[in-house]
């Protein structure tokens, strides 16, 4: 099976990590950031115009150190051992970093994460039409309805983003949720 898989809070825990930046860069306390579950990923309108000059200022100095989550490096290890093809599908462009490819792979390698592929890309879509993804697994609810409308099968990983989201997509909570299932599957199991 091709399995197309997001990183930032999918493969890793980026919500928590970047929250210090965004506090630093933005002038708040940890606190404030937590109590409004504001990181990365969900600038208050107010802060939106600052984005990408916050991303530029971060991204490549600090996301190869970004923790995986547990048992993540575990369980790519095994689905690669029992033939799957990992292809890492992130919407990491050069609008956001210097090398966007540089930055993901010394990530990918501090966390010990076995792939096959990397593709860097915005269009996720285009991405698992091109690799024949047969699964896809990523925490963005959006990214889950578009892949899933091609006929793809999807896991949505629960995240800061989307975790009080309603949806009628197949949830997994960690990594040894998605080997089981993986593991387990039969026809229309995912």
Same mark, same amino acid.
């Given at each position: *099976?091709?399995?197309?898989?997001?990183?930032?809070?999918?493969?890793? +825990?980026?919500?928590? /990590?970047?929250?210090?930046?965004?506090?630093?860069?933005?002038?708040?306390?940890?606190? /404030?950031?937590?109590?409004?579950?504001?990181?990365?990923?969900?600038?208050?309108?107010?802060?939106?115009?600052?984005?990408?000059?916050?991303?530029?200022?971060?991204?490549?100095?600090?996301?190869?150190?970004?923790?995986?989550?547990?048992?993540?490096?575990?369980?790519? +290890?095994?689905? $690669?051992?029992?033939?799957? $093809?990992?292809?890492?599908?992130?919407?990491?462009?050069?609008?956001?970093?210097?090398?966007?490819?540089?930055?993901?792979?010394?990530?990918?390698?501090?966390?010990?994460?076995?792939?096959?592929?990397?593709?860097?890309?915005?269009?996720?879509?285009?991405?698992?039409?091109?690799?024949?993804?047969?699964?896809?697994?990523?925490? *963005?609810?959006?990214?889950?309805?578009?892949?899933?409308?091609?006929?793809?099968?999807?896991?949505?990983?629960?995240?800061?983003?989307?975790?009080? $989201?309603?949806?009628?997509?197949?949830?997994?909570?960690?990594?040894?949720?998605?080997?089981?299932?993986?593991?387990?599957?039969?026809?229309?199991?995912?």
């Amino acid at each position: *099976m091709n399995i197309g898989i997001d990183i930032d809070d999918t493969l890793t +825990n980026s919500f928590d /990590y970047f929250q210090p930046y965004v506090a630093e860069y933005f002038n708040v306390s940890i606190d /404030y950031l937590k109590k409004n579950n504001i990181s990365y990923s969900n600038f208050p309108d107010n802060w939106k115009k600052e984005e990408l000059n916050f991303f530029r200022t971060y991204y490549d100095k600090v996301v190869p150190f970004t923790p995986f989550k547990e048992n993540a490096s575990k369980v790519l +290890n095994k689905l $690669k051992e029992l033939g799957h $093809k990992i292809i890492i599908i992130t919407g990491r462009t050069n609008d956001f970093y210097k090398d966007p490819y540089k930055t993901t792979r010394e990530e990918l390698q501090n966390g010990n994460i076995a792939y096959d592929k990397l593709i860097c890309t915005l269009d996720k879509v285009k991405a698992c039409k091109e690799e024949k993804i047969d699964l896809f697994i990523d925490d *963005m609810i959006s990214n889950c309805e578009k892949v899933k409308a091609l006929g793809i099968k999807v896991l949505l990983f629960t995240s800061n983003e989307n975790d009080t $989201k309603e949806t009628s997509l197949k949830r997994v909570d960690n990594w040894n949720e998605v080997v089981r299932i993986i593991s387990n599957n039969k026809e229309g199991a995912i």
